[in-house]
């Protein structure tokens, strides 16, 4: 049973740097492309950024202006996402899943970003 698990949100201001864990079991992690993916309120889910286990390769939305970073830690099944220079506009529930749809995702962590 494929289980995602979302964690390290919370509220921030603009301009600060937040964590994000995405913590996998239940399906073959090391041979899975995970995904972050984020909503917010009113708006669809939208693609961010996805990293390949196997290789680490990394892709990202092109309008992220490179604020933020995808990485793994194979060893203990941990997709990051690392958001510097936070915005407003990231005020949203992040996901991660194991497609770009976010059809198999987690419950998501809220990041909330105002001043």
């Known amino acids: 049973q494929v289980q995602l698990v979302e964690s390290g949100g919370g509220s921030m201001q603009p301009g600060d740097s937040l964590r994000l864990s995405c913590s996998a079991s239940?399906?073959?992690?090391?041979?899975?492309?995970i995904h972050w993916l984020r909503q917010s309120p009113g708006k669809d889910l939208e693609w961010l950024a996805r990293?390949?286990?196997?290789?680490?390769?990394?892709m990202y939305s092109k309008w992220l202006e490179g604020r933020f970073t995808i990485s793994r830690d194979s060893a203990a099944n941990i997709v990051y996402l690392q958001m510097n220079r936070l915005k407003t506009e990231d005020t949203a529930r992040y996901y991660c899943?194991?497609?770009?749809?976010?059809?198999?995702r987690g419950r998501g962590t809220q990041v909330t970003v105002s001043s």
């Open positions: 899943a194991i497609d770009s749809t976010g059809t198999t």
């Open positions: 990293i390949d286990i196997a290789t680490g390769g990394e």
């Open positions: 239940g399906f073959r992690f090391h041979r899975s492309i």
